[in-house]
């Protein structure tokens, strides 16, 4: 009579393999056609009987290896001597991982990037003295554009002037701080000099020096010369300097472009970088300074003077723009025809009310003060348009990292705002001035934010850092 546990009819799995509730561990099992595979015998395995494991493993080295963890060779659920297919299922992909590990041996770590905020080891002063480059001039030259900007304000308040003088001091003491650590480094580092001068990315930043000059000489000029009457030798003192200035910028506009281009055979203008615009530069504010040295506020300049300066200025001037529009470079664009603009009614005020030319009665000042106003507004409205388009592209992808290209978004829009103050009183429009004074507070905080930066930068090991400086190659 059939067992009450089992069906009446036994399949052919019961009558050929025991109960496994009656068989043990030390059971053994006779091995048969329809014995059930893998099922625990003793631990003398018959030849024949097939080992389910063993298979699964031949099986799986004939597989290509990424097709392993996806394969399921179980045909059975429930529990099995084995284990559960979970477990047997683990097990494959075990085997699979560990012969993807041989095969494919893991990467290793990457390098952290120059941006990581990992700390670097400290370094002394004097090896990371060897890194203090030319571009460091930079903050100097803001900080006497702005020293200037100050001076020209169109809406003062008591105070106002001695604040200006201050920047002016912290400017010559900035100057003179540059000045010492760059001979410090070419004379603790020797060979530094000409390899400053000639390398492919520093040397750009060499002309960043007369830049600097040049606002520490036309600062002079306005805090300096307070009674022209009475300091006739600090006026001819100045003069000489701007004669001597424009010589030299000249030269370097002309050789450094000539060195750069003869001996970096590989500049293209694919490889195009904003510095490219800086040896011309120089030579460029030698207008700008020019409405400074030959202007009216020195009644004691002979017209002679006054009329060779000016000449001088606006040469100077236009061939530091033509250069200049053949560059690319966000902000240092706004920097050529703000300053050019400047110049152009600068440089119209300063010629002597005395010259008539043609001797026919009509005094040239008047022609040339509206021709500069008509320039000086065209150009204005051109170094506008570059603003716009800088100011855009580094509020869609601004820059983590601090470099002393920051200082471009100072000192070129120093000149933006100094020529919309010039505009603004040239036209008498009161609107101009004071947008003219909201644009000189936004450059006043820019100032404060490239400083704090800058600063940290240094104590961070940012800059003044091997490999972290202009003195590297980046092309």
């Not at 370094?123 to 100050?150: C, D, E, K, N, V």
């Not at 036309?218 to 307070?226: E, H, I, L, S």
């Not at 030798?233 to 001597?244: E, S, T």
Request: glycine share 8%.
């Amino acid at each position: 009579m059939p067992s009450p546990s089992r069906p009446a009819s036994p399949s052919l799995w019961d009558r050929t393999t025991p109960d496994l509730a009656d068989i043990d561990d030390k059971t053994v099992v006779p091995s048969g056609p329809a014995t059930r595979l893998g099922t625990p015998t003793s631990s003398r395995r018959p030849s024949t009987e097939y080992d389910l494991e063993s298979h699964l493993d031949d099986i799986e080295k004939g597989l290509p290896i990424h097709t392993i963890p996806a394969l399921n060779l179980h045909t059975r659920r429930g529990n099995s001597e084995f284990g559960s297919d979970i477990d047997l299922a683990k097990k494959h992909n075990d085997n699979a991982a560990a012969r993807n590990t041989h095969t494919s041996p893991p990467p290793p770590p990457s390098s952290p990037s120059p941006t990581d905020d990992t700390p670097r080891p400290r370094l002394p002063f004097r090896q990371r003295l060897a890194h203090f480059t030319w571009a460091w001039y930079t903050l100097s030259m803001s900080t006497g554009g702005l020293a200037l900007l100050i001076a020209a304000q169109p809406h003062t308040f008591p105070g106002l002037r001695q604040i200006g003088f201050a920047v002016y001091i912290i400017n010559l003491l900035i100057f003179s701080f540059i000045t010492a650590a760059m001979v410090a480094r070419f004379i603790l580092h020797r060979g530094t000099l000409k390899a400053s001068i000639t390398h492919s990315r520093e040397g750009w930043f060499f002309p960043t020096f007369f830049l600097a000059l040049a606002t520490v000489v036309t600062g002079t000029y306005r805090y300096c010369v307070t009674d022209p009457e009475e300091q006739q030798g600090l006026v001819a003192a100045l003069r000489v300097v701007f004669w001597i200035y424009v010589a030299v910028t000249t030269a370097v506009a002309v050789g450094q472009y000539s060195f750069v281009f003869s001996e970096h055979r590989k500049f293209g203008l694919q490889t195009m970088m904003p510095t490219w615009i800086l040896p011309v530069f120089p030579v460029m504010l030698s207008g700008t300074m020019a409405t400074v040295v030959a202007g009216p506020a020195l009644p004691g300049q002979s017209p002679a003077h006054a009329v060779a300066i000016v000449a001088a200025g606006l040469t100077c001037q236009g061939l530091g723009a033509a250069v200049a529009l053949m560059m690319t470079g966000l902000f240092m664009c706004v920097g050529p025809p703000a300053f050019t603009a400047l110049a152009f009614v600068g440089l119209a005020k300063a010629v002597p009310e005395v010259l008539d030319s043609d001797m026919d009665g009509l005094r040239d000042a008047v022609v040339l003060k509206m021709m500069g106003l008509v320039g000086g507004g065209f150009l204005w409205a051109l170094s506008f348009w570059w603003f716009g388009i800088a100011a855009l592209a580094v509020a869609r992808a601004p820059p983590k990292d601090f470099h002393l290209g920051w200082w471009a978004a100072v000192f070129p829009n120093t000149g933006f705002t100094l020529a919309t103050i010039t505009l603004g009183e040239a036209f008498r429009n009161d609107a101009v001035l004071w947008f003219a004074s909201v644009m000189s507070i936004g450059l006043v905080a820019t100032y404060l934010f490239v400083l704090y930066h800058h600063v940290r930068a240094v104590i961070v090991q940012d800059i003044m850092y091997p490999g972290r400086d202009e003195d590297v190659e980046d092309h």
